[in-house]
Nanobody, 127 residues
Framework: QVQLVESGGGSVQAGGSLRLSCAAS????????MGWFRQAPGKEREGVAR????????YYADFVNGRFTISLDNGKNTLYLQMNRLEPEDTAMYYC????????????????????WGQGTQVTVSS
């Protein structure tokens, strides 16, 4: 099992930037996908971005629109999400997750079966 601890959240004004970090312990190369999700009050959790074990293949939700970058530093066992040009609509609790297997059919990012989750870090963007 992988333990995930997020950090880097905070309060920024619209147009600002934040970099979220997710430190993984108990991490092994068997984590096929890692990703970032978010949940705003009163809304369902939604995927933000995910990265495959090759450290190259990445997938972003449409609303990211080129503003965020996901990356993985294996040497530090840390997942990052660089968020630029933040908007008030980005206000949410952000969670990182790891998938040890792929399930179902479709592209790799559709098949990530996320089974380990962090506790979250709050991001608040003011207008």
């Amino acid at each position: 099992q992988v333990q995930l601890v997020e950090s880097g959240g905070g309060s920024v004004q619209a147009g600002g930037s934040l970099r979220l970090s997710c430190a993984a312990s108990g991490y092994s190369s068997s984590s096929l996908c890692m990703g970032w999700f978010r949940q705003a009050p009163g809304k369902e959790r939604e995927g933000v971005a995910r990265i495959f074990a090759d450290h190259i293949s990445a997938y972003y939700a449409d609303f990211v629109n080129g503003r965020f970058t996901i990356s993985l530093d294996n040497g530090k066992n840390t997942l990052y999400l660089q968020m630029n040009r933040l908007e008030p609509e980005d206000t949410a609790m952000y969670y990182c997750a790891a998938a040890s297997r792929l399930q179902g059919l479709g592209t790799w990012y559709q098949r990530c079966d996320f089974d380990d989750w962090g506790q979250g870090t709050q991001v608040t963007v003011s207008s």
